[in-house]
């Protein structure tokens, strides 16, 4: 890690600069692509979960368990969280809440905030399957390809997420 990096890291504490996150980012999409010829994206992992549940819409292809390899690096990022979490300076707690622009949107009840989460991630799943790809395939893997479908993708759902954040919040009469 360079000097820059190192020093960054050094004023932010334990928490790293969103820079050196997205050149990470970057670098390892980069290696994964010209290692394994495949491009990185997590949402066919989410439709080759529900695939191997049985729901038809999700199935592509009948793969044994070792070739669904977007399921192995799905499970590992939470498995990385909790490994850097247990590592890091502060420990590891639960933490539920997502900021007071969110609590003031969401059910106060878990359960009640955990369903509208679940169908929210739900609609997320079904609009990524239809896309061809999630938010961060698209703006992430499919923008650093050139690819002009993933431009328009993206386009679309920074748009729509904006269109949908402000037009919630409007109707809840929460202030931005």
């Given at each position: 890690m360079g000097d820059a990096a190192a020093g960054a890291l050094q004023a932010a504490g334990d928490v790293w600069p969103?820079?050196?996150?997205?050149?990470?980012?970057?670098?390892?999409?980069?290696?994964?692509?010209?290692?394994?010829?495949?491009?990185?994206?997590?949402?066919?992992?989410?439709?080759?979960?529900?695939?191997?549940?049985?729901?038809?819409?999700?199935?592509?292809?009948?793969?044994?368990?070792?070739?669904?390899?977007?399921?192995?690096?799905?499970?590992?990022?939470?498995?990385?969280?909790?490994?850097?979490?247990?590592?890091?300076?502060?420990?590891?707690?639960?933490q539920t809440s997502m900021g007071t622009l969110y609590e003031s949107m969401l059910p106060a009840q878990d359960a009640a905030r955990a369903a509208v989460l679940a169908l929210g991630g739900a609609c997320i799943g079904v609009g990524a399957r239809m896309a061809g790809g999630c938010q961060s395939g698209h703006s992430i893997a499919g923008l650093a390809l050139l690819n002009p479908p993933s431009l328009v993708a993206s386009i679309g759902f920074f748009v729509g997420g904006i269109v949908m954040v402000q037009g919630l919040f409007a109707l809840s009469g929460a202030t931005l």
């Open positions: 969103g820079w050196l996150g997205g050149v990470a980012i970057g670098v390892f999409t980069t290696l994964f692509l010209w290692a394994t010829g495949r491009v990185l994206g997590l949402s066919s992992a989410y439709g080759e979960a529900c695939g191997a549940l049985g729901v038809g819409y999700f199935r592509r292809t009948d793969q044994g368990f070792g070739q669904r390899w977007r399921l192995w690096f799905a499970a590992g990022l939470p498995l990385g969280g909790a490994v850097a979490a247990l590592l890091g300076a502060e420990g590891w707690s639960v």
